[in-house]
């Protein structure tokens, strides 16, 4: 089963519950899994301190013009919607950074001027942490492809694991990149304004998905009860609501598991993997 952990906006405690999960999991003997797919700021690791064992380019495909057979028709420019490449005169001028490596200069090139190249944009690290298989993504500085990392990561999925997959904030194309092709989404969100307003927006692209989810509140007790109304309006199942307790912020500001420092919750989270189930099973 491949959980994936998302938020509307970040600072929600998404990694706080996908690493206590597949630690709780984990320590009851089951095939656990922890993919960091937030790969522009990947934190997992601060908390579950793996030991890496590999470590992997990620690459993406950019176009390189043979100027000895451009006719500078500028096809190619007219075709990119990101103007990564430009005829200019005698020359064409490629801009690695805007590529989404689409391949479609290379196809409308009517010379076969241009082959693909690899352009480095980041590294998938993985290594194992306490009886979990571990594996995150890192984009490069500069880079702008995360999607293509995040792809990359979700490529080493084991089959005969539960997978906890910590998503990227938001609902842009990363969120949707690494979501996709999940069993279930548990969507982590605060009772305030800003959480609900983007708890609103990562529903839509989920239900956009096809993919079924519920909602677990992170310090359920600092604001009003607005979110809860809301999933009570539109039948959404509340799975799991963590308090605003200083204990857990106190351990958090250590990189310490809540699990490890209040072992009460482990019952939490497994009773969070069993509702998580019987909910994938019903849609």
Known sequence: MIISVASGKGGTGKTTISTNLALSLARTGQQVQYIDCDVEEP?????????????EDV????????????????KCGQLCQYSAILSVKD???????????????????????????????????????????????????????????????????????????????????????????SDFVLLVTEPTPFGLNDLELAIGVVRELKLPFAVAINRSDIGDDAVVRYCQQENIEVLIQIPNDRKIAESYSRGVMIVEAMPDYKQKFLKLYEDIKKLGKGK
């Open 91 to 181: 020359s064409v001028l490629v801009f690695e950074q805007l590529c989404h490596s689409c391949g479609g200069c290379m196809a409308i090139c009517p010379a076969n001027a241009i082959v693909e190249k690899q352009r480095k944009i980041g590294i998938a690290e993985f290594g194992s942490s306490n009886g979990i298989a571990f594996g995150q993504g890192k984009l490069d500085i500069g880079a702008i492809q995360s999607p293509a990392v995040i792809r990359y990561v979700k490529r080493k999925i084991k089959n005969n694991s539960i997978v906890v997959l910590d998503a990227p904030p938001g609902t842009s194309c990363p969120v949707i990149e690494a979501v996709k092709g």
């Open 43 to 55: 934190n997992g690791h601060i908390f579950l301190k793996p030991v890496i064992d590999s470590t």
């Open 59 to 74: 690459t993406v495909g950019v176009p390189e013009v043979d100027l000895e057979k451009c006719t500078g028709c500028g």
